[in-house]
Structure formats: C-alpha cells, structure tokens
C-alpha cells in the first residue's frame, strides 16, 4: 500500500486563496481516484505562500479488476448490429458466448477490465485536476496555455513504498513531474529531492518552510503573545489576520516594534485599521490604559542582526502612515470644532449615493425628515434624530474616512462629540449603520433607532421607487441587509409602526419626489404593497431561524394589519406557541372540520352561513355546550384581541377544543331537518369566525 | 554596483541592471502620461504575438497628487521605472529580485515578500495578476502578468515591473523626506536635491492644476484628441500615396494618450462628478480599444509582412 505525495509549486498564492486551494485539491483528487477504483485510508492538505500539499496514505497499489457481462442482440441478428455490440463492449466476435433466453438465443460478452497501475491513474487524475482547478482568478503567463493562480513551476508527485519512492510519469505543459521541491525562498534556496511525506516534511523544516499553516498561525500567534506578556501587554485578537498573514510567510519571524509617540493620541481605532490595513500588523494594548501602544509584525525570515534592520524599516513605514492619519486626523478635528461639520455636510451635495436618487446632501435631508417622523414611535426626540441624521454621513467627506472607509460611523461620533453636540447625537452617528448583519448588535438608544430606521427605509423606498430591486443572487445596493435591519430594529425594540398605513414609505418617496427631478419607476401605490411583501419575506425568513413555521407565518401574514411588523411577529409568535400545544393541534383540527364542512355546504346551497344561530334549536346537550362556550369565550377573544394580547386570545380559544370536540363526536351537523342543518352550520361559522379572527387557520398546514 | 547615494545612481544602477539582462533601455515617452504603463512600449507592444523586452525611465504626472512641493512624499510629477518582457520569462521573479540587490537591498537583511495585488486600468481596458512587492513592510514595486490589454487577451503574457523611483530611493538612501534626498552625489561639486531640482516647479504645476488650467480649453482639448483619434483609425489601412500598408496605431494612440492627461487635469480641476467621471472613463477606454485593434494590424503587432 503505498503513499501519496503531491506538491504544485508555483510563485507567490494570494494567502486569501490558500485554505480552500488545499482543500480543493484534497477534494479533487481523492474524489478522481475514488472513483477510479483507488481508495486510500487518510488524507493531508497543506498550503505556503509557493506550494499547495496533498499527502495521500494507505492507497491501494492497483485498481481492482473488474468483470462486467453484457447482453448482446439475437443470434443471427443483422452483421451491422453484432458489429456494433462488438465495438461498444471492445471484444471480438470469437469471445461472445451463446445463451439460451426465453425468445431464442443470445450473445453475451464478457467484458474483463484488468485494474490498473495506481501511477498511471494518479497521473490522470492529477492532471485532470491540475487542468481545472477551481482558483477564484486564474492566469497565463510566458508563451503558454496552462492557467493557474500564479506561473506554476513544478510539480512533485510520487508513490512512496517500503523499498522507495517512484515517481508518478507525468508532464503538463511541459512540467514535468518530479520528486523535487525548493525550500524557503532566500534562506534555502535550490532542489530537495524527497522520498515521502515525513521527509518531505522534515527536509522542508531544514529549508525553514513549515508547512502546515495551522502550525505557522499557532507559532505566530505563540511567539506574539508571549512577547506581549513580557512587556505587561497584550496583542489585539484578529484571527482574519493571523490567518492571513500565516499565508504570508514559510518561515514566520515575529517581530514588536513601538509606535511613535506622536501618534499614541490617535484614536485607537485608527491605529488598528491603519496597522491592519495597509501593514498586516497585529495591535498590542496596554490593559491597564486600553491605548494601542505597540505593533507585532512578521516577517518571513531570520537574518543576522536579529530582525533589526526589517523592524527598523517597517517602523519608518508604519510613521509614514501614521503621519498621514494624524495629519488626517487634526484637520478633521479642527473642521468638527471650529467648523461643527458643517463644510462636510455642504461636501455632501457632490458625492453621488445614486445616479437615479441625488445626492448623499439630498438623502441626508431625506433621511432627516423621516427620522423627525418616526422619532415619537420610537419614544426618541425628534429635535435630536433629526439634528443626528443631519451629521450621520457628514464624515463621508472627511478626510480620514475618505482613507479608511471602514471607519464611517466610528469617525463620525468623535467628530460631532469635538463639535459639542449632545452624546446620543453623536452616538446615533455611529450606530445609525447597524446592524449590518443577521449577528450585529442592533441599536437600541431611541435617537439610534430613529436615525437607523430612518436611513434603511430611505434606502428601501428609493430603490424601490427607481425599480431597482435584488434579483437572485443580485443585491449591489444591500436592500435585504437593509430590510433586514428594519425588521429587527422594529421587533428588538418593540416599535409599533404601520408602515403602509402611516404611510411611512411614502413619506420617504414624496420626499425623493421633491428631491430630484423625475424619477422614472413605479409610483408609491405600485411598489409599496411590493416593498412590504419583501419585507414579509426577510420576515419569514428571519422567524424561520427562530423556529416559526412558513405556514404560520402565512397564517398571520392573511390578517389585516401586516405592516405592522412588530404586531404580526407577535401573533406568530403566540400561535407557533398555541399550535405546538395538545390544545392547539385538536383546534386547528376542529377548526379544519368545521371550514371543511361549512365550505361544502355554502358550495352545495350557493348561500353563505354565516349569522343566525340560535341556541333554541340545539337538540342536544353538546350542541348546547358549544353555545354556552361560544357565548362565553367570543367576548374573551374579542377583548383580548383588542387588546392585541395573542397569548389571551389563543388561552381562551383553547377552552372550546373540549365542546368542539364534544360536538363533533355526538352531532350529525347534516340532519334532514333543514332547520336544524341551518342553524347547526351558522353555528360552526361562529367557530369559524372566532378562529379566522385570531389568525388565517386556512393556511396553516396540518 | 557600491551602494547608491542618490537618486540617479538608482536610476543608473536599474538601468545598468536590465540593460545586461538583455532588455532595450528605451528613453521616456514624449508625452505627459500618468504612469509608466502608458508608454506604447508597454500598451502597445503588449499586444499581439511578437517577443519584445524593454526597460525606460517614464516621468509621470498625477495632477491630484500635487502638494505645493510641500509634501515629503508627494508630487504631481513623479518618476517610475518600467521593465517589460514577452514572453515572460520563467526567472522573472529571481530577474526582478536581482534588481533589488543591485540597487543596495540586501536579501541577507531584508524582508521581501510578494503581496497579491491585482492590476487594473479601467482607462487602458486591461487587467493582470501579480503582487505588490514588499521590502520590510513597504510596496517598492508593482509585480504584474498582464492578462488583457485594450479588451484583448495577451497571448503571450507580458511580465511588467513598475518601481516607483522616489518612495524606493528614498528608502534605499534612507530619507523620509523625498525633497531632501540627493539628486546627484552629494560631493558633486554642485550638489541638487529631490527638491532642489522639483519642488519650484511642484509648487507652479499645483496651482495650476488646481485653479488656474482654463476648464473649457481642457473640455475642448479631450474632444479634439478623441475626435482626431477616431479620424486617424478611420483612414484605411494602405497609404494612399505610397500604396504601403500604414496602419497609423501610434499617431492615433498619443491621441488617447493626450485625452487621457486632459482628462487627469479637468479631475484635479475639481469639475468632473462621480457619474461623469465613469463616462469620460469609458470614453478614452474606448479610445485604446480602438487603438489596441489597429495596432493589431501592424507588423509589430504580427501582422503577416
């Protein structure tokens, strides 16, 4: 049984690509194998920053062989027929056989593939594999036609058994397959020649290339803590970068440097993003003072003076940043107080949100008016949302987001705190973005909520308005974050606003109406009900993750007041709740029959059933029991319903599954007495009524 | 090659470099461009099957880029230094790499590493894969295969390299401020600084970049060129005069060129919105399409003789 060593060297693989080119490869060409009969017991996948690794165990030596027998035309069938039986099966007419069937007699060919050599299938596969590999963006280069992720260089591909190694015969593109490899680009440069994956992985080591990236994280991160300990600090956790920069490096090298003084005032966001972005460097925090005061950097070797001269070298690179930010930095600074932001908010009018919705100067007003309105609802003061709407992009235009514009927002709630304006103003500033995602925190400071709503529904209405709606896996503005934003603004502060009927999107279209000139698209008629069902259906599927079934929600979807988002989610809610009890299941049943039944009448009769019923025809105590119960619970619903207490109302229509059930195992609801049939039939409508009251029953499966 | 002292010796020593490494040491474009790229030895030649290799010193002008001469590390005019070779040579890493040592960086000592970073130039209508080159955590060159050029798959692949000349001497010699770095040696009996030979002119091209370029002549100018562009293209290919095959790609290209700078300019000028920014893209995109085509049915760019 032997094993698999697999190695494409090339030049430098963007360390985003690594993880998942190794696993491809993994994927690719155990799964060619596999499928030509070559299974194996374990399998190893590994990335550097020049090489993706594919270490196979326990492979079979051949593939196995194989007996198939097949079925032929009839004897004395035409020659071109038993020809063409011959050529499909690969066989000669003398190793047909003759069989008896029940319509006459018949060829049969026995079909014998022998296995194969597991090289021979190997190499197939690899090239195969090597051919079509799955990179997010591939290349050519010099005069060829092969296409990977960088040139690629050399292949390293052998079978390793007891007594040695044998390299598996292939070449593509005039690669041709060896058992070389190189190690660390300047600390070990030239061949390795290897016999199998431990010396692979041991000779590699002593060409200062780890292999694992697992391992090179693990050391940086090892080494960078620990230096962070010794000076009383510690390093700023982010594993999207440790990873990144374990794609960075085969020989990890970490090194800490301070940051200038002059920039230890910089906020320490800015200290992050900058060191992350633009030098793949780790932030290291004093504890006691929260202040980001050192870096770690890692670099991809060792050198003779220790690291001095690239840790020197990268320090001046970090000041020459740093000067940047800071010089970014006291500008904005000095424009938020002498200036209050105003010249970033009148900047505003030439920075382009959309070519068909105006300027970002004409959303802010948008969105401040609307951030007015729905301030009461939110229990904010609309003084405050719309004074914090009017500043919540004016950092756009400054100069430090216009470097960083990850830091929108952030930037924003320094600037209008140096300006004076109140806390929550400014803090509205910086969290009117979220949530961005299904997991990010949502805003629940009134002034937030309104200016964050506020700034969703502007965005959902215009484009909407402009028809330029998500389609399939097509979102480039965002709008299913948005509504998603919306929604769990609404439900995680409990805000009751009906959208069509308060007519919130049209305020916010009438606003873009007065804002720019002629929009061409759907009026607010057309798209409102439209932009709600999309709401609806992030709805669903935002309860669908809370364990709320499709259909119950469909059920509540089919009762008046569905804008009301806040309202509807609680009526799911109730009813998920009231369904998943004994009592609920039996009532949608009773409820079904009753439909049922009373649908086949009004069908039969062409007459609706639906008032009428009097107790004084009831002939028997269930029939009677089942007006005391309605008689008694339809006030309770009622005033529970008024109420909008879900949990009530559902409570008290539990209490008629007893007499519904009751009612239906001891009364034939179609007598021959057609009064009695009347009567009996405008009964069950009011169960019918009371049901379809609390929720849309008809819908929920079951 | 002793370790340079100022900025020419880097300029020299790059160019002594590739010059033994075969390339042509071309000399700059006659026109202003806004990269190195720019220069019909890289755009056009790029193009079609011939082999071709070159390496040219290109001043370059950003109008936005422009800091009065105040900036340590900032100028409106800026030098690069491009290398370009078709096919791409398989060594073309330990190539570049060899430069690095021959200007003074020491691999011994150093941290280089290879940063991917995409290329993409909406103007030329071309694109490649290739890295930012790291020297100790700062990019000193641009790394790129080119894939597309003017809407054309490159077949062969060219292998470019950019070094932008300053923010690299300025390391290689160990200067943070751009302006005091030595032009010539330092014990030249007439020693210039960065700033002693640019910073004057920074400071005139700055304002008028910024304020003083009249805005309709530019306006005027880019419809000029882009008109006078497509009028060349338009001519049919054989000379009516001399009865040759004449396919004016390059005249018609320095039309592109001269829209594309025009364009720089009226963005510096501050009158050209975000929308409309997009639309005089596509504009002089369209231009060196056209050209890249013509430049197809050249020799050069392997036309059957």
């Known amino acids: ?702 | 090659m002793a370790q340079p002292r100022c900025f020419q010796d880097i300029i020299l020593a790059l160019q002594k470099y590739w010059a033994d490494a075969g390339c042509a040491v071309l000399q700059p474009y006659d026109m202003e461009v806004g990269a190195g790229t720019f220069h019909p030895a890289t755009t056009l030649r790029a193009l079609g099957p011939t082999p071709w290799s070159a390496a040219y010193v290109q001043p370059s002008r950003r109008p936005t880029d422009g800091r009065y001469g105040d900036s340590p590390n900032r100028w409106q005019h800026y030098y690069q230094f491009q290398v370009i070779i078709k096919p791409s040579p398989p060594d073309l890493q330990e190539l570049y790499l060899g430069s690095l040592e021959a200007i003074g960086i020491n691999a011994e000592l150093h941290d280089i590493r290879f940063v991917e970073d995409d290329w993409e130039s909406p103007t030329l209508g071309a694109w490649g894969l290739g890295w930012e080159v790291w020297c100790d955590g700062m990019e000193v060159s641009q790394f790129t295969y080119f894939q597309q050029v003017g809407g054309h798959d490159c077949h062969p692949v060219s292998g470019e390299l950019t070094y932008g000349l300053e923010r690299l001497a300025m390391y290689v010699l160990g200067f943070d401020d751009g302006n005091a770095m030595p032009f010539n040696p330092p014990d030249a009996p007439i020693p210039l600084t960065y700033g002693d030979v640019f910073r004057e002119a920074e400071a005139q091209y700055a304002r008028w970049n910024f304020d003083t370029a009249d805005t309709a002549t530019l306006l005027q100018h880019f419809q000029d060129a882009e008109a006078e562009c497509a009028r060349i293209l338009d001519q049919p290919d054989t000379d009516p005069k001399t009865g040759r095959h004449i396919v004016m790609a390059q005249p018609a290209y320095d039309q592109a060129i001269k829209a594309s700078h025009v364009f720089n300019l009226l963005d510096a000028r501050g009158v050209i919105s975000v929308t409309e920014r997009q639309a005089f893209i596509g504009r002089v995109r369209a231009l060196t399409k056209m050209c890249a085509d013509a430049f197809l049915r050249t020799g050069a760019g392997g036309r059957a003789a």
């Open chain 1, 1 to 702: 049984m032997p094993d698999l060593l697999i190695e494409l060297f090339s030049e430098e693989i963007p360390a985003r690509m690594q993880k998942r080119a190794s696993e491809d490869l993994q994927r690719l060409v155990t799964d060619g194998l596999v499928e030509s009969g070559l299974t194996y017991a374990h399998a190893g996948a590994f990335a550097t920053p020049r090489r993706l690794t594919l270490a196979l165990e326990g492979l079979l030596d051949r593939s196995p062989d194989t007996v198939e027998e097949r079925k032929g035309p009839k004897v004395g069938a035409p020659d071109q027929a038993v020809d063409g039986f011959l050529r499909g099966a690969g066989v000669s007419r003398d190793d047909l056989e003759i069989r008896d069937d029940k319509k006459g007699q018949v060829y049969y060919a026995t079909i014998k593939r022998p296995g194969r050599a597991a090289a021979d299938i190997v190499a197939e596969v690899l090239e195969a594999t090597i051919r079509d590999f799955p990179w997010p963006k591939s290349m050519r280069w010099g005069a060829g036609g092969l296409r990977w992720v960088r040139p690629l260089h050399r292949i390293l591909c052998i079978l390793t058994r007891e007594d040695g190694a044998e390299i598996v015969p292939l070449t593509v593109d005039g690669i041709v397959a060896a058992d070389i490899t190189e190690g660390h680009r300047f600390m070990a440069p030239g061949e390795i020649r290897v016999t199998g994956f431990d010396d692979y992985v041991a000779k590699l080591k002593r060409a200062r290339v780890i292999l694992d990236p697992v391992e090179r994280a693990d050391a940086i991160w090892h080494d960078a803590t620990n230096a962070a300990f010794a000076n009383g600090l510690e390093v700023v956790e982010d594993a999207g970068l440790l990873q990144e920069v374990a794609g960075l490096v085969e020989w990890p090298v970490t090194l800490m440097g301070r940051i200038n003084d002059a920039y230890l005032g910089l906020p320490p966001e800015v200290l992050q993003t900058s060191m992350r972005e633009h030098q793949k460097f780790f932030s290291v925090r004093d504890p006691k003072t929260g202040q980001i005061v050192q870096f770690v950097t890692v670099a991809n070797r060792e050198t003779a003076d220790h690291g001095a001269t690239i840790l020197a070298g990268n320090q001046r690179v970090l000041s020459a940043r740093l000067a940047d930010g800071a010089f970014f930095w006291e500008n904005d600074l000095r424009v938020a107080r002498d200036a209050k932001m105003q010249p970033w908010i009148e900047n505003l009018a030439s920075v382009t949100f959309h070519a068909k919705l105006g300027s970002e100067a004409e959303r802010v007003a948008r969105i401040a008016a609307l951030a007015r309105e729905l301030a009461p609802a939110v229990g904010a003061d609309p003084d405050a949302a719309e004074q914090a709407a009017r500043l919540a992009k004016a950092d756009l235009t400054s100069e430090m987001v216009y470097e960083f514009p990850e830091l929108q927002g952030i930037m924003g709630r320094y600037y209008a705190l140096e300006a004076g304006f109140p806390a929550e103003v400014a803090d509205a500033v910086a969290e009117h973005y979220a949530p961005l995602g299904p997991s990010d925190t949502v805003p629940t400071a009134p002034v937030s909520v309104a200016v964050s709503l506020a700034e969703k529904i502007d965005k959902l209405t215009g484009f909407w308005a402009i028809d330029e709606k998500p389609t399939g896996s097509k979102d480039p503005f965002a709008l299913r974050r948005a509504a998603l934003g919306v929604i769990r603004l609404l439900l995680v502060n409990d805000i009751r606003i009906k959208l069509l009927e308060d007519r919130i999107f049209s305020k916010a279209d009438m606003l873009i109406a007065e804002n720019e000139d002629g929009i061409s698209g759907p009026n607010f008629d057309v798209y409102g009900p439209d932009l709600l069902a999309f709401l609806h259906d992030r709805l669903k599927v935002h309860l669908r993750d809370e364990g709320i079934r499709h259909d119950v929600i469909d059920a509540c979807l089919a009762m008046p007041g569905n804008d009301d988002l806040t309202l509807l989610v609680k009526r799911a809610r109730a009813l998920s709740d009231f369904l998943k009890t004994d009592d609920g299941e039996n009532l949608l049943q009773g409820f079904k029959r009753a439909n049922n039944i009373l649908a086949q009448a009004e069908e039969k009769d062409g007459v609706e059933y639906s008032y009428g019923a009097d107790v004084k025809y009831a002939d028997s105590d269930e029939e009677r029991a089942l007006f005391a119960a309605l008689d008694a619970e339809g006030p309770n619903i009622d005033a529970a319903m008024q109420a909008e207490d879900f949990g009530a109302a559902m409570a008290a229509l539990a209490k008629l599954r007893a007499p519904i059930d009751a009612f239906f195992e001891a009364v034939q609801v179609n007598s021959d007495v057609q009064i009695v049939r009347r009567n009996r039939l405008n009964l069950l409508n009011r169960i019918r009524q009371l049901c379809l009251d609390v929720a849309d029953l008809t819908r929920v499966d079951g």
